[in-house]
């Protein structure tokens, strides 16, 4: 059977002869391609940072890496009580120390897996860089309902450096945009936290909106639970929080 077009009554090119089988197919493609869409963003930034999943050693000791690794492997889970800190500047409260979310953590996962603080920094580095484009292009997809575009955006996230023409580093050329900065600032300047909360801002975006829209207590919760994980990730999450 040949299928018409009606407005210039001649037959359509391309299209199925079963008119049931053309529209199951119209139907299928646009709920498969947005998921195909988060796959290749996921697949993507695991391959740009797939060594950090079996690094076993920390070597940018003019940051704070090591730090935290201290905390995780001394403290471990002392954040849950009033604990002092006695080993940074005559002592202290450990929670004047640092955001604790980063610390405990690193010691979560050094309990579960057994594995080392500089393996747990780096497996917890590589999983906050690996889902903050995905988490970004979810909340695009789900509210503007345009896939593409929010594809595209989240391309650029994953790949480009637009900061660098707000904050250009010395020496800055127009290249640059295309370099690795937040995988430099991820794994050399050791911008965890602030990181943390970037990927933590879309999902509070996203289930504060359902929570404003359907009032269920669910999606508060989600919205709640996600603002405080990026303020206990560090003190400047409270601003994006707010």
């Known amino acids: 059977m040949e299928l018409w077009d009606v407005r210039t009554w001649k037959p359509r090119r391309g299209i199925a002869a079963d008119p049931v089988a ?26 740009i940072c797939r060594d950090a999943f079996l690094a076993d050693s920390c070597p940018h000791w003019n940051t704070m890496q090591g730090q ?3 905390l995780a492997r001394i403290a ?3 954040w849950l009580r ?36 500089a393996l747990a920094l780096n497996v917890l580095t590589g999983l906050v860089y690996c889902l903050g ?7 695009s ?6 896939p593409g575009y929010s594809f595209a955006a989240a391309m650029v996230w994953s790949l480009a450096s637009p900061v660098a023409l707000l904050i250009p580093d010395p020496g800055f050329h127009w290249s640059s945009i295309w370099g ?12 965890l936290p602030h990181l943390t909360s970037l ?4 999902p509070a975006v996203w289930a504060l909106a359902r929570a404003l829209r359907f009032g269920r207590w669910p999606d508060y919760a989600c919205a709640g639970l996600s603002m405080a994980g990026m303020m206990l990730a560090n003190m400047f999450g409270a601003v994006l929080a707010g």
Not at 141 to 146: A, F, G
């Open 22 to 47: 053309h529209a199951e197919q119209t139907r299928t493609q646009p709920r498969l391609l947005p998921w195909l869409y988060l796959a290749i963003l996921a697949g993507l930034n695991l391959y």
């Open 68 to 70: 935290w690794m201290s």
């Open 76 to 78: 471990g889970f002392d």
């Open 82 to 117: 009033p604990s002092w800190w006695r080993y940074w500047g005559g002592g202290e409260p450990l929670a004047s120390t640092y955001a604790p979310l980063i610390p405990l953590a690193i010691a979560a996962f050094m309990r579960l897996f057994h594995g080392s603080p």
């Open 133 to 139: 484009p995905p988490a970004f292009y979810l909340l």
């Open 141 to 146: 997809w789900r509210l503007s309902r345009r």
């Open 180 to 191: 690795p900065r937040r995988l430099v600032l991820a794994f050399q300047y050791d911008d």
């Open 199 to 202: 990927m933590l801002l879309p």
